[in-house]
């Protein structure tokens, strides 16, 4: 999983950690040193320091350096939002882009729009909770069987 975030540590850096942590995975969280560094005291006292890792720079070129990318949080108050929509390796079999802060937008565009004509099977979903999710899914038949019922999840 890789998070982009302007804010920091977050909730939901924390419950992502979580989620790497009970999955087997990894966590890479890229933002502002001087936000994180104040919060990573959080990690040690809840046992994930081992589940995520910190990246510094611009994250235009940090999301460069990861392929096949199965969950990524993108945070929209970040200006080069769209860029990084553009470069981020998604895995093609199966993959979520979940975009916050998605009213910060000010070119309008989502990421379902952007990847709609390079991939097929794109479904997304805009949620009014704080100020904007968006939920993308990639590259899988959004279909899950309940008792012998296949239904769209998406």
Do not use: W
């Amino acid at each position: 999983m890789v998070q982009i975030t302007s804010d920091g540590i977050t909730p939901l850096t924390i419950a992502l950690a979580v989620a790497a942590k009970q999955t087997g995975g990894l966590l890479i969280c890229n933002g502002h040193e001087d936000h994180i560094e104040k919060s990573k005291a959080l990690f040690m006292k809840n046992s994930l320091e081992n589940v995520i890792k910190f990246i510094y720079g611009n994250p235009c070129e940090v999301i460069k350096q990861y392929k096949n990318i199965d969950f990524a949080v993108i945070d929209c108050k970040f200006q080069d939002h769209l860029k990084i929509f553009r470069t981020i390796n998604l895995n093609p079999s199966g993959s979520t882009m979940f975009v916050n802060n998605f009213h910060h937008r000010k070119d309008g565009i989502s990421f379902a729009e952007v990847v709609e004509g390079k991939n097929c099977g794109v479904k997304s979903v805009t949620l009014p909770i704080g100020e904007g999710m968006h939920l993308t899914r990639i590259g899988s038949t959004g279909k899950r069987e309940i008792n012998g019922d296949t239904r769209d999840f998406m």
